[in-house]
């Protein structure tokens, strides 16, 4: 229910069911990850130290990488935030080893490397995320904001583009107009 709650919106009304919850929950576990990752979840926007203790703890539970990768990448995206780049580049980089297949987990590294100033690291993050989903237009975004970043502004403009056209195919024309605006204040999108 308290999940449910949060997807709701209604992440007060929730966190007193989670923590009922896990008062009566005894042992280590699933039923305990879960418990632990939705309070961290409800706490993310209000109390992100707290959320940051929750997501620590659901990631000690003896669980499996695929299990556990929720929680993991929350608590990456919640270090971003809280700038504490170094430890968020380590949490999320765990998920590119264990689990290399997880597409966020390459988006989210790019992200966070792109902030700590590793240009290259980002671009190498986002590429092999577009291994994975090469029809991601945020990532073709991204890569190109990362390239922009590091001077490559042909290739910059080549991603914007492919961004673009991805979000027209998706139908997501205010998106694709918006970017083609933004992208087009930082290099010429006609040169192509």
């Given at each position: ?90 949490v999320t980089a765990a998920v ?97």
């Amino acid at each position: 229910l308290g999940g449910l709650l949060i997807s709701e919106g209604k992440n007060e009304d929730a966190i007193p069911l989670l923590e009922n919850g896990l008062k009566q929950c005894g042992s280590a576990g699933a039923e305990r990850y879960e418990l632990l990752l939705h309070l961290g979840i409800a706490k993310s926007s209000s109390q992100p130290e707290e959320a940051e203790s929750y997501y620590k703890r659901a990631l000690e539970e003896p669980l499996s990488p695929q299990v556990l990768v929720g929680a993991r990448l929350n608590l990456g995206a919640l270090l971003l935030r809280l700038n504490k780049l170094a430890e968020a580049t380590e949490v999320t980089a765990a998920v590119t080893r264990q689990l290399p297949e997880v597409m966020l987990g390459w988006y989210n590294l790019g992200l966070i490397q792109r902030k700590a100033g590793d240009i290259g690291g980002a671009i190498e993050a986002y590429q092999s995320g577009l291994e994975l989903d090469p029809n991601s237009p945020e990532l073709h975004q991204n890569l190109g904001a990362a390239q922009l970043a590091g001077g490559n502004f042909e290739a910059a403009r080549g991603s914007f583009l492919m961004a673009i056209g991805l979000l027209l195919q998706q139908n997501r024309k205010a998106d694709a107009e918006a970017l083609a605006r933004s992208a087009g204040e930082l290099v010429n999108l006609n040169a192509a």
